[in-house]
């Protein structure tokens, strides 16, 4: 099972970037597909960018040419580089395994890291 734990998150100026890294324990990382979520005040959580075991990669339409997901296997380690930051992308941001490419894990999914939060400025 894989246990991770976010960083990289801060207070941004709309406009500016952010690179947020999720470390990950478990033996199977590099078989695993690792998703980006977000959880922004009052909504509810959802996906952000997925990426397979072989690199494909999927991001919802709102962070699209924006928003770039990567992994480096040797590190266990899943990045994301957001660019062109606004303040709708003002969330908590948190990593998982990818059970479907943006999807949310099961709702029985219970292994959470803390996420990091994210605060862009107008």
């Known amino acids: 099972q894989v246990q991770v734990v976010e960083s990289g998150g801060g207070l941004v100026q709309a406009g500016g970037s952010l690179r947020l890294s999720c470390a990950t324990s478990?033996?199977?990382?590099?078989?695993?597909?690792m998703g980006w979520f977000r959880q922004a005040p009052g909504k509810e959580r959802e996906p952000v960018a997925t990426?397979?075991?072989?690199?494909?990669?999927y991001y919802v339409n709102s962070v699209k040419g924006r928003f770039t997901i990567s992994r480096d296997n040797a590190k266990n380690t899943v990045y994301l580089q957001m660019n062109s930051l606004n303040p709708e992308d003002t969330a908590v941001y948190y990593c998982?395994?990818?059970?479907?490419?943006?999807?949310?894990?099961?709702?029985?999914?219970?292994?959470w890291g803390q996420g990091t939060q994210v605060t862009v400025s107008s």
């Open positions: 478990g033996r199977t990382f590099s078989s695993t597909a």
């Open positions: 998982a395994p990818a059970f479907l490419p943006l999807r949310l894990p099961p709702r029985t999914f219970a292994s």
């Open positions: 990426i397979t075991s072989g690199g494909s990669t």
